[in-house]
């Protein structure tokens, strides 16, 4: 993978405290990389130092490719007397894009992202959350720095987000983020960076990411027809149950697309957990075979 950014020996200081200690990091295209760590670790801290909002007190902070755009999401985001577009439009004349580009890029946001656009004073928290996320998509970043992009957020408005964030990264975009739930680090993490009082504990590939690695997919209100249809995307192996709830075993490193897949034919999701559950004998055999078996 290429690496876009890369942090030596970081040290941050706020007058006496060292909130950094040390940091030698890096970044590449496409890789998400999840920041963990308890309350007052220095994961904000380090965030901003990654998206260029803060400058090391000590070490260097290296950007690998020329021109990089970074786009950051704050954690809060306050509910403004406009409407997302008038606030994007803002955003973006802010961020010198051209107007034109502007408006079909934040037209084509509101498309994808699915958001009405009402006053922000009106938006649920799952709907700031996608409009803070809108603003630092803007400018089509490289890398984008996410603050507990998921905090306060319900199950489906997570479950959305990680949907949308799984596009992200598959489009390239490199992805740090501070991060608490461990859904959201199964589903999209290739990395955990663990601060523990401003010093990196542990900075390493997640132990379950590997070929073999397997997830289980809990969700309801499926249809029938469209449980069919998941058995047929790639990286699905097998189903532990097929009633409402349902419930799957997939490649983890297809869980991301499946689970697209689910929100899409109208389902929610229950569930997803890493897995190394039951053996084949245990399961119930796919919907196709069983269909086949009935013509037979
Ligand atoms: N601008 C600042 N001035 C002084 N101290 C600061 C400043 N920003 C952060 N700190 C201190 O640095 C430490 C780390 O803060 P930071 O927000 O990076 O931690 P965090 O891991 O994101 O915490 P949380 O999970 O609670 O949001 C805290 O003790 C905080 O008080």
Redesign the pocket.
Known sequence: MQELLELNGVH?R??K?A??QNISWSLSRGECVAII????????????IIAGLAIPSEGSRVELEASLRFGYVP?RFPALRFRPSEYLHHMASIQGLDTQEATKRIDAMLNVFQLQDIKMTLCSKGMLQKVNLMQALLRQPDVLVL??PLSGLDESSQMEMIGILGEMKRQGTAIAM?V?EPLLIASLADRVTQ?KR?RMERDGVLAIHNVDARTKLEFADVQPDRLRELEGEPGFLYWISRGNPASMVVRKHSADDILLRILQSGGSIIRLEPWSGETMEQVESPISQQVEGMRA
């Open positions: 941050k706020f007058g405290s909130v950094l760590g308890g309350n007052g670790a220095g994961k904000s801290t380090l965030l901003h954690e603050d507990e501070s608490h601060l401003g």
